[in-house]
């Protein structure tokens, strides 16, 4: 099976474009919560009460960044998937076992990556399906030290995919929003009692 291609929405910007983008973001603070990096119950519990209450706070994002950003990858959405599960693989070896089909694993990371760039306007729309998300992921043996590490590698995965085009402000705002998407998901996890256990899939299923 060949996984789709993701969809492109907007034509990419010009230099100018680009450059009040990047001026916008330097004026910009970054306040945003960051990742818990243990799976202690105590842990799980401070993630949750410290994470920003939903609707998620999307006026902290540059969307046109994030979607131009996108866009560049959009076309080489197999070689993207394919290259961020080598790099984690990489990093973290015991991991592959919670991929027993990695091919049907990058079809729904490809899948999960279109609904949030379609989503990106209307991320509090997209909460409760991320909490769901988080919460499904406990059983499958995610635990909340892997989401900075799947960040930081999805992310390099993007830049490397996209080439010089690929900007310092993209990354600043892939972490930006890839924090929302694991404070939700984080959040989720939180509420089930569910141990981490059998191997079935991972982030993006």
Do not use: C, N
């Amino acid at each position: 099976m060949v996984a789709p291609e993701l969809g492109t929405a907007h034509p990419l910007p010009d230099a100018a474009r680009d450059d009040q983008r990047r001026a916008a973001h330097h004026a910009r603070p970054d306040h945003l919560w960051r990742y818990p990096m243990t799976a202690t119950g105590e842990t799980r519990a401070a993630a949750t009460a410290t994470a920003p209450p939903s609707p998620l706070d999307v006026d902290a994002l540059d969307v046109d960044a994030l979607e131009h950003s996108f866009d560049l990858v959009a076309p080489h959405g197999t070689q993207l998937v394919e290259h961020f599960y080598d790099l984690l693989f990489e990093r973290a070896p015991d991991l592959r076992a919670m991929f027993p089909d990695l091919e049907r694993q990058r079809t729904s990371l490809l899948a999960t990556l279109v609904v949030l760039r379609r989503s990106l306007r209307d991320l509090p729309a997209l909460a409760p399906t991320l909490r769901k998300l988080g919460a499904r992921h406990v059983s499958y043996g995610a635990r909340p030290e892997h989401y900075p590490i799947v960040a930081e590698l999805l992310i390099r995965a993007m830049h490397e995919t996209a080439g010089p085009r690929w900007s310092a402000l993209d990354t600043a705002q892939w972490e930006k929003a890839l924090q929302l998407v694991a404070v939700e998901m984080l959040a989720g996890a939180a509420s089930t009692a569910q141990p981490a256990g059998a191997p079935g899939s991972a982030v993006g299923a």
